[in-house]
């Protein structure tokens, strides 16, 4: 009976004996630390490679300043080694399976970046945890959450609809004289649920280097509704509005001031869109040479309008020349009109009075002879005045500027679409 009270209570004390302590973990955590060298790689072989694996994990895909050239993304690492220094018989020590240290107190990673922006400033990490976390076998485990401010050369060639490559370089600092291999790869938790308001993240790939280097890549698509919406297409519209100053009568005035107001809305579009774009000309964006080409078009619009009013308004009698009188003739059989309808000033209209008159009534054959009733009326018809040339201009200014600036976009937009980069396939 005494022997069996004594086989209970061992029992009873070897059981209170497992159960980690406060003391025990203490005496763990000192023991370990004896010794212990933070700035040397903890590896058993140094002839052999140090196993590093780092697990990336996509916290928010930042803005991306266009100007700059420069992506902002928050990622965290989850690194995970062997640290044959951090090695117990958990039987010996009060069952302990999991021992936590100050990550300033042990060897951890170095994570360094080879692509900073020149404006990112050096304290960008932020640890998630202060400690690393170890197991009975030596198995060690950090968690480092990261802000990065990184170069990205965009290439604005298909703007707005183009597909951008940014990539992270980055490097683990190591002690040269040792070899270490690391095995990057992405968290297989998932990643960020907020999307970006003006990208969309299309691929994400990640590459490890030599040494101990590994590339992080994302492809961005651009969202290009915001552009459409509030640049592209309002400027589409007021370039198609221009050709509409060649159909106001030329007496009310408003020609030129039309002319000069488009081309300067035109000027402020410019603007607008070189604000969103990086200050470098290679490669130049399609959709600025379209516009640049628009705003040509609508200076020579002003240069024709103020061109045509002055020949308009010319009063004397003296006959066109013979290309200006066949450019008018060609006008007249393509709308199959005898003479084209002329709206001018009233003082402009006694003019054309006058020369219709004189040619109709005094028409000679070799100085001598009238002609015919018939053939006057013929010879009326061909007769040629400034102010018909006027309206001739007008007319095929204002078909071939919708022509042209019809035909621009739809060049530009399948130039974009052709120079616009395919998606890699990527995870």
């Not at 703007?159 to 297989?188: H, T």
């Not at 009063?315 to 060609?330: A, I, M, N, S, T």
């Not at 709308?335 to 006058?354: F, M, P, Q, W």
Request: hydrophobic residues 45%; glycine residues 4%.
């Amino acid at each position: 009976m005494t022997f069996g009270i004594f086989l209970l209570v061992a029992a009873l004390m070897a059981g209170v004996e497992s159960v980690p302590t406060i003391s025990s973990i203490n005496n763990l955590s000192s023991m370990l630390m004896k010794g212990y060298n933070k700035n040397t790689l903890p590896i058993a072989d140094f002839d052999g490679k140090f196993e590093l694996n780092v697990e990336v994990f996509l916290v928010a895909l930042g803005d991306i300043d266009e100007i700059e050239e420069r992506l902002s993304t928050v990622l965290m690492f989850i690194y995970t080694w062997n640290d044959v220094s951090m090695r117990w018989n958990s039987s010996d020590h009060s069952d302990i399976q999991n021992l936590t240290m100050t990550w300033s107190k042990v060897w951890k990673p170095i994570l360094l970046v080879i692509n900073p922006h020149q404006e990112a400033t050096q304290s960008h990490s932020e640890r998630t945890s202060m400690t690393v976390g170890y197991t009975s076998d030596g198995q060690a485990r950090l968690l480092e959450l990261v802000t990065f401010h990184t170069t990205c050369d965009l290439d604005t060639t298909a703007f707005p609809f183009d597909i951008q490559i940014c990539s992270i370089q980055l490097y683990i600092s190591e002690n040269d004289a040792y070899e270490m291999r690391v095995n990057p790869s992405w968290s297989k938790s998932g990643n960020f649920e907020k999307e970006n308001g003006a990208w969309k993240l299309i691929g994400r790939n990640i590459v490890g280097g030599d040494k101990s280097g590994f590339v992080i890549s994302f492809q961005l698509e651009r969202k290009p509704l915001f552009m459409l919406v509030n640049i592209l297409l309002p400027i589409i519209v007021l370039a198609l509005l221009t050709p509409l100053v060649f159909l106001m009568p030329k007496s009310s005035g408003e020609r030129v001031g039309y002319a000069i107001t488009t081309l300067l809305a035109i000027s402020v579009y410019m603007t607008i869109i070189s604000d969103h774009l990086p200050q470098n000309s290679d490669p130049m964006p399609l959709v600025s040479i379209m516009i640049f080409v628009w705003y040509i078009m609508n200076s020579s619009s002003v240069f024709i309008v103020i061109l045509n009013t002055k020949i308009n308004h010319i009063k004397d009698k003296r006959p066109l020349p013979f290309l200006l009188r066949k450019f008018v003739y060609l006008t007249r059989r393509i709308r199959r009109v005898k003479r084209l309808h002329v709206s001018v000033t009233a003082e402009g209209a006694r003019c054309l009075a006058d020369n219709n008159d004189d040619d109709v009534e005094k028409v000679k054959v070799n100085g001598n002879d009238e002609l015919p009733a018939e053939k006057a009326e013929e010879h009326h018809h061909a007769v040629v005045t400034w102010q018909e040339l006027s309206v001739a201009i007008d007319k095929w200014c204002f078909v071939l500027s919708y022509l042209v600036k019809i035909l621009i976009p739809v060049i530009f937009f399948s130039l974009m679409k052709s120079k616009r980069p395919s998606p890699d396939k990527w995870s």
